[in-house]
């Protein structure tokens, strides 16, 4: 069973910029790609970035397209989201998921607890 726990959120103005960490423990070698998705309130749950672990390949939201750019540390076992030129839009819960396919509009079976961003204008 894979772990996986949410690090780097907070609090930042409009055209900020934040780092988000997810550290995974456990069976991680089973799941080809990490990702990462957010939810708002009243909204549904939405895929912003993936990355395939074996190959690096990485997929984006339009959304975040030239701002966000996910990348991972084997080393460490660790998936980052590098968020820049933040948007009152963005302010969300931030997930970090684990799959056996890069695809955002996939089935995801392992989330961890989540991370607050919220962005200011």
Not at 17 to 30: D, K, N, P
Not at 37 to 53: D, L, M, N, W, Y
Not at 64 to 78: E, H
Not at 94 to 109: D, E, H, I, N, Q
Request: net charge positive.
């Amino acid at each position: 069973q894979v772990q996986m726990v949410e690090s780097g959120g907070g609090s930042v103005q409009a055209g900020g910029s934040l780092r988000l960490s997810c550290a995974a423990s456990g069976y991680s070698y089973r799941w080809n790609c990490m990702g990462w998705f957010r939810q708002a309130p009243g909204k549904e749950r939405e895929g912003v970035a993936s990355i395939s672990i074996g190959s690096g390949s990485t997929y984006y939201a339009d959304s975040v397209k030239g701002r966000f750019t996910i990348s991972q540390d084997n080393a460490k076992n660790t998936v980052y989201l590098q968020m820049d030129s933040l948007k009152p839009e963005d302010t969300a819960m931030y997930y970090c998921a684990a799959a056996s396919s890069c695809r955002l509009g996939g089935l995801w079976p392992y989330w961890g607890q989540g991370t607050q961003v919220t962005v200011s204008s």
